[in-house]
Every structure is written in C-alpha cells, then in structure tokens.
C-alpha cells in the first residue's frame, strides 16, 4: 500500500475504534484537574494508551508526542502528535462536540492532519508539505469531500471563533458573529470547512494544533502566530508540554489585517495569565 494511503487508512481506523469506546462512556467519565487546570478523564489517558500503542505497532520507525504521557520531542524524522480527547470539557459535560487529534510530523514539522469527531460522525483530514521537500496527495476533506475556505468577506451574518481565553474582544465590535465551540481542533477546522471566517485560540498546546496546522493550510486557510514566534519545526529533545502558541487563522490573508488588531493584545494578555478562561 502507498506510504500515504496506508497512515490515512491507519489514522481513520485507529480513531473509529477509539472514538467508538469513548462514546460508551461518554457525558460518564469521572473527572480529575490537571496544574494548569485543565480535566482529564480516565477516558483521556485509555485512549491516549491506546493510540500510542497502535502507533508503535504499525509504524515502529515514528516518534510520538502524546498530550497525556510524552511531551519530549523525540529525534525522528516521522513523529505523531496525540490529543486522545480535544474538548474534554464538553465530553465529560455530555456535549455532544469533541473530537480525536492525530497530526504526522516529518522532521519537526506537520504535513498530515486527521481529526474525528465520534459525536457528529465526521472526519476531517488534510495533507500539506509546504517545503518539506515531500510530494504526494493533496488538499483538505471532511468525510473524503473536498473542502476549501469561504472567499466571501466579513459581515455581521458570517462567523468567528472565540475560545474561553478571547472573549474579552467583545470590548470592542466584531465583524462577524462570535461562536465558542470548546474545542480547539474543530475551533479551527470550521475555517477549512468554509463555515466561518476566522478563529483565535489564546493558549492552545501543540496537540491542540499540530493535525489542524496540516488540514487548515491544505484547505487554503492562513496562520497568524500572534506572538510573532515561528511554531514549526519543533526540536528534537525539547518539552513542549507548558508552552502555549497564540493562533489566529483566517479565510483568506487579506482578512488578518481584520481580525489580528482585534485579538492580539487580549490573547497576550490571556498567555500572560490576565485573562479569565
């Protein structure tokens, strides 16, 4: 099987499995805080056990970085990037919006994205290689159809995301209507879609955003590091487990000068820890 066909096929069935036992007990699982106070579930941990074990059976050459267990970058050139439950908050509250994050690095850097979201049945996956140097499939789908970003411009009837950490923008007038989705990855994945214009995570984590980095580009989108850092590629060795990476990403480049005024100054202020998430 084509290297490529073989970690979507891998990606699709590791996460249909998992996602499918994670609904057993979804809106049930008993509830701990981590110290950045974030929850974790026994839920969390079993599929992020189960995850990196599928990995280390199929692939036994790729690295794993995993939220729950591994935040040390390895040395390899292939590395695989877990978020067993991205919006364990909604999980655990029994809302129905929560999702499976598995993004493939090769030498530090994303190029494969796949996120399942069990609840709403939907997948979404994307390839972009940027100067990786590698070639091979193309573009960004939800279910296996193509998807691309809205070319349309901002208006009072079109949506951008907020997440817990930004909502102090709303001390100044949107564009757009603001949506909270409490879930990083799909916060994103809707600008791919082309269902809203932008979206802004104030602190999310590297697997929060490492599948998304591959699908959103893929899909045409544009990635504004807010705090003027370059993210990509990780280095061999580091722990990436604290560090958070201010994101804003729109439809098209031409709508950062929109939206990047209006959420950089909160989202610096919610890394700092002068924001109420």
Not at 74 to 91: K, L, R, S
Not at 222 to 235: H, K, R
Not at 254 to 271: D, E, G, S
Request: include cysteine; charge should be negative; glycine fraction near 10%.
């Amino acid at each position: 099987m084509d290297f490529w066909a073989d970690v979507l096929r891998f990606s699709e069935d590791v996460t249909a499995k998992v996602g499918q036992q994670l609904l057993t007990s979804f809106g049930q699982s008993q509830v701990t805080e981590k110290p950045d106070g974030s929850l974790v579930t026994r839920a969390d941990q079993w599929a992020d056990a189960e995850l990196r074990g599928a990995i280390a059976t199929r692939f036994p050459d790729h690295g794993v970085l995993s939220e729950e267990v591994e935040h040390i970058f390895p040395g390899n050139d292939w590395c695989w990037i877990i978020d067993p439950i991205d919006g364990t908050t909604n999980y655990v509250r029994g809302i129905p919006l929560w999702g499976i994050s598995l993004g493939l690095l090769y030498r530090g850097t994303p190029v494969f994205g796949h996120v399942h979201l069990p609840p709403l049945a939907s997948s979404f996956h994307g390839f972009w290689y940027g100067s990786s140097g590698l070639t091979g499939p193309t573009g960004a789908y939800l279910n296996h159809k193509p998807i691309q970003v809205s070319p349309e411009d901002p208006s009072p009837n079109h949506l951008f995301n907020l997440c817990a950490r930004s909502t102090d923008v709303f001390k100044q007038p949107l564009p757009c209507k603001a949506r909270m989705l409490g879930v990083a990855t799909y916060n994103l994945l809707t600008i791919a879609a082309g269902a809203a214009l932008g979206g802004v995570e104030a602190t999310p984590k590297i697997w929060d955003i490492s599948a998304v980095w591959a699908i959103t580009q893929a899909a045409g989108a544009t990635w504004v590091a807010l705090d003027d850092q370059q993210i990509f590629p990780l280095e061999a060795g580091e722990d990436y487990g604290d560090r958070s990476y201010p994101t804003l990403v729109v439809s098209r480049a031409n709508l950062v000068p929109v939206f990047k005024p209006l959420v950089q100054f909160h989202t610096a202020m919610a890394t700092s820890g002068n924001a109420i998430g």
